[in-house]
């Protein structure tokens, strides 16, 4: 199966709205008003004018009135126009906006104070009605749906949860003069059970600030810029210590052994698998594989296994099978060949140690209502002709920086 990449596409087109920030809308109506006038006004004198020519006094009123309802309908509707016309403010009023963080990464636990300050600037006098910064949290799930015959490529939807949204009034009526910035602070404090940023592609959470200005005429000014919230680790207990998964079969023992299982972005997971055959056991291939396995609720229960992709064309190829719960997909973030062809003998146990790395992409494990994200090591081993042998264990994947960090420390011991 060939799908067009448009997960990420669709998740960051959703973050980049924000529906506690819409538009006013009082203005339009003013505007509409205020063109019709202006327009009926202009084509009932120019009529009056033509009608004179022609005809002397009657023609001028005829002409007059003639010209004015035209004028109305052309007046209100070049005013609907330059009403509806996305953030006006920026080019018509030369007014621009610049959210700037105190963290340079703007890289924050649970429980930190975001703050920062809203540069207001403008390239000609003008004065400001008011404004505000808000601090959201929302998610985003993407799922593919089929055809009811299950052919052609899958079409894909999306849905949006708002977690938390906190309003600060930081810019009162003021006046900017030509060229001239004004500075507004503000600050946030993020819960301490906040939900961590994760950039998935099936799902999302994004943390972000949002500022909104008012200028004279119903316009407005926008800014919006991303803001990342680490992952806190679980407690260490029951994380210490060796950790193993065993898979027993007819032909084979597998065991499967960690040395931790929390492991961080950047790092790498160690670990270590020992294979005791039954019976004379042929193998084709042994390899270790890292999983990421991201669900949603949403969408008709199937799973898709991501072979691989490609950035370039945006398409990855995946195996779409039913089972599961809504919407999961399983995407092979690394792996390694542990051995090539080989057959082992009855009570022959062979080892196999290998580390994978987990890459760096604000990916953490993350459990939500509406969707988790698991990670998952593995270790494979084919036969030709046969099904493969199996055996898995979950790792915890965390953002955490690991420089010492005071929130970090009373939430654990919280």
């Known amino acids: 199966m060939r799908i067009p990449w448009r997960f990420s596409q669709a998740i960051h087109a959703m ?34 004018i033509l009608g004179a020519l022609n005809r002397g006094l009657g023609g001028a009123i005829v002409g007059g009135l003639s010209g004015s309802i035209p004028g109305l309908a052309l007046g209100a509707a070049a005013s609907h126009i330059v009403a509806s016309r996305p953030f006006p403010l920026q080019k018509g009023h030369g007014v621009t906006l ?32 008011g404004g505000s910064v808000y601090l959201a949290c929302r998610s985003f799930q993407a799922y593919d749906k089929t055809e009811g015959n299950g052919s052609g490529e899958p079409q894909f939807a999306h849905s949006s949860k708002e977690h938390m949204v906190e309003r600060a009034d930081v810019v009162p009526s003021a006046v900017i003069r030509r060229g001239g910035t004004l500075t507004f ?12 940023t994760h950039h998935g592609y099936v799902y999302s959470s994004i943390w972000s600030l949002h500022a909104v200005v008012e200028i004279p005429g119903g316009t ?62 042929p193998l084709t291939e042994v390899r270790a594989v890292l999983l990421r396995v991201e669900n949603v609720s949403a969408g008709d229960d199937h799973t898709v296994y991501v072979a691989d992709w490609d950035a370039a064309s945006g398409m990855f ?7 599961g719960r809504g919407t999961t997909y399983v995407w092979l973030e690394s792996e390694v060949v542990l051995s090539g062809p080989v057959q082992l003998a009855a009570a022959e146990s062979v080892i196999h140690r290998f580390s994978l790395e987990v890459p760096n992409q604000w990916r953490p494990t993350v459990s939500d209502t509406d969707g988790r994200v698991v990670w998952k090591v593995g270790v494979i081993a ?5 099904s493969d042998l199996r055996v898995f264990h979950e790792v915890i994947v965390h953002t955490a920086s690991t420089q010492p960090h005071p929130v970090l420390s009373r939430s654990l011991r919280g």
């Open 15 to 48: 973050a980049e709205r924000a529906p506690i920030l819409e538009r006013l809308r009082g203005s339009l109506s003013d505007g509409l008003m205020r063109g019709s006038l202006i327009g009926g006004t202009a084509f009932l004198l120019l009529g009056g």
């Open 98 to 129: 610049r959210i700037q963080t105190e963290s340079e990464d703007a890289r924050y636990l649970p429980g930190d104070t975001v703050t920062g300050q809203l540069l207001v600037s403008a390239d000609r006098p003008t004065r400001l009605q």
């Open 185 to 196: 602070p503000f600050s946030f404090e993020l819960p301490l059970r906040s939900l961590p």
């Open 382 to 386: 084919s036969r030709r002709d046969l």
């Open 317 to 323: 190829h995946g195996q779409r099978q039913p089972g």
């Open 220 to 281: 407005e000014a926008r800014a919006r810029q991303e803001i990342l919230v680490e992952s806190i680790p679980p407690s260490v207990r029951g994380t210490d210590g060796e950790h193993q998964s065993i898979a027993p079969t007819q032909v084979c023992h597998m065991v499967l052994s960690l040395p931790r299982v929390l492991v961080g972005e950047g790092e790498h997971v160690d670990a270590q698998v020992r294979i005791t055959p039954i019976e004379t056991l």
